[in-house]
């Protein structure tokens, strides 16, 4: 099962380090071999929250989020992102861009690091919503009692998320916008402004994406009361296409989108991370692209083996380093934080949720909590 389901990331891994080593030499090779290894420690975290959404969806969107999902991951994010911050921070057009990476790469990346603090902003904001929403909801395991059964109860307010976003996002724009980078000169308007379209996008997609979700789930019931009344009380009854594990059709796509975003925002930092290592796009892209198939194919492994139903914790980890990333996001604004910290936080914060999810299991007398239904990714995937 491993092979079947890293197979296509080892491929990939072989031939870009080839091309590599052709294209650059050695030291080419070590480069896209360092930035792989970049994206893979900076995104884990990622992983674990798509499982927790691929799992909701069929088969045939979770093929499309590996396939088309993947394209957009690869080209869109690690490629053609960093030109279109560069055509639209320079005011250029995509092909004086796209010239002005290959021929000038310190300038492009200096117009790419310059447009940091409206990045850190949008993904800020995008990834500390997903936070918020998570640790103000009331949920049946608790990993931090003492954090979440009062963020919980705290949570009932509505609107509370957004209420604190926005005081975070104008604490933000007021303290870490202004002299960005010691000399950069103000932010705070493009701090504000990019802050509020993440949070904008955050509302749009996963509202969206929630209401078709809510609108299927009770579509199911219905069709599974209808059955039961047919075939009699304790009759067992088939998944519906909008069951927990078979969501379609327009849940299914803007879940799709609400992943992509997701998928954005996490690679904000391994992109801009990786001008540390080089400014060769080329170089960049095939090395955080070898990155995102592993993340990808890590996803796949988590779903199919039942991970988080198993190790009830992990989901509360991944968002615990989420909230940690959104907040590192922001203090880059105006300081710079190593790459090395940023990884770091969300393996160890992970480690330690999985850790607490084994001792739990072991407490409990069982190697996995199966008290869930485990979601099923069919081998076609």
Known sequence: MLLKTFGWSFAITVVGLVVAGVLWGWQGLAIVGILSILEISLSFDNA?????????????????FLTVGILIAVFGMRLVFPVVIVAITAKLGPIEAVKLAINDKAHYQELVTSAHPAIAAFGGMFLLMIFLDFIFEERDYKWLSWIEKPMAKMGKLDMLSVIIALVVLLVSAMTLATDVAHGGGDKTATVLLAGVAGLITYLVVGGISGYFEGKLEE????DEDDEENEAGAGAPVANGAGSAVGLAGKAAFFMFLYLEVIDASFSFDGVIGAFAITNDIFMMALGLGIGAMYIRSLTVFLVRKGTL????????????????????????????????????IGIVLIGLSFASSVVRNRREGKPGDTSGTKAEVTSGV
Do not use: C, P
């Not at 190790?311 to 300081?335: F, M, N, P, S």
């Open 309 to 344: 139903d198993d190790y009830v914790y992990l989901e509360h980890g991944a968002h615990y380093a989420i909230g940690a990333l959104a907040v590192i996001l922001l203090i880059t604004i105006r300081y710079e934080v190593s790459e090395v910290v940023t990884g770091l």
């Open 219 to 222: 579509d199911d019931e219905d």
């Open 48 to 64: 674990v929250i798509n499982a927790g959404i691929l799992r909701k969806m069929n088969a045939f969107w979770q093929k499309i």
